[in-house]
């Protein structure tokens, strides 16, 4: 398996525009996780699917964020209209089990790098 | 109060030296408990889950202490390659949810 898969790599782009932030899990997995990391806040936990259904967005820091999950396979992370306060890493991870159960390993992407000018 | 605390660092040792690293977390219902280990612009991996009587993984010693609800990381015979960030991480009140600590910078210098 090729791991988690994110899509782009890195993103620059400008205030007011909409980004959408793309994750491929590892087949299989039924939990998707989104953080995002900054140096002042660390990794935080936005939201969490399980089968495909969003189970806590308690994270996601504003109606600017959206998260979807079509299918076993793909999720989307949108910001819509971006700030430069968005700009840090975005990592998508997935696991078999939630955490605090075996197989609770959570399997990161490389990331988006996104900076919002 | 942070439901996950770290000594941010960095910790600056010697290849072949002893360096340990600790954590508290705030959840006494907290059941798991894990090192993650993230290199420079890097994503986390797991480096070794944490069990209660304690867990040891070649080089790296994990210890969990519930009363004082505190964790802690031992890795002897540093090597150039163990630096990076040290990630503490718990699994947070509502059970299903990883928290991470900020993480604790070691650098290992020939």
């Known amino acids: 398996d090729a791991g988690v898969i994110q899509s782009p790599r890195h993103e620059v782009t ?14 299989g997995h039924d939990y998707l996780f989104w953080y995002r990391q900054t140096m002042m806040r660390g ?3 936005l939201i969490y699917f399980n089968n495909n259904v969003p189970i806590d967005d308690s994270g996601m820091p504003e109606d600017r964020f959206s998260a979807k999950m079509p299918n076993a396979s793909f999720s989307t992370l949108k910001i819509q209209p971006s700030e430069p306060r968005d700009s840090a ?17 959570q399997f990161f992407g490389p990331g988006t790098r996104l900076t919002v000018l | 109060r942070k439901e996950v605390e770290q000594d941010p660092g960095p910790f600056n040792v010697p290849e072949g030296a ?23 612009r890097k994503e986390p991996k797991l480096l070794m889950s944490v069990y209660s009587s304690g867990n040891e993984d070649g080089r790296f010693t994990a210890q969990l202490n519930r009363a004082s609800q505190y964790i802690s990381l031992l ?20 059970g299903n949810k990883l928290v991470f600590g900020a993480g604790t910078i070691l650098r290992v210098k020939s």
């Open chain 1, 14 to 27: 400008e205030m007011g525009q909409e980004v959408t932030l793309r994750c491929k899990p590892i087949s």
């Open chain 1, 43 to 45: 990794l935080e936990l």
């Open chain 1, 89 to 105: 890493v975005y990592f998508c991870a997935s696991s078999l089990f939630p955490a605090g159960t075996g197989g609770h390993e």
């Open chain 2, 18 to 40: 002893t360096v340990a690293f600790n954590c508290t977390y705030s959840n006494s219902a907290s059941q798991s408990f894990f090192w993650y280990r993230q290199d420079c």
């Open chain 2, 75 to 94: 890795i002897r015979d540093s090597k150039l390659s163990d630096s990076a960030t040290y990630l503490c991480v718990v699994n947070g009140k509502y």
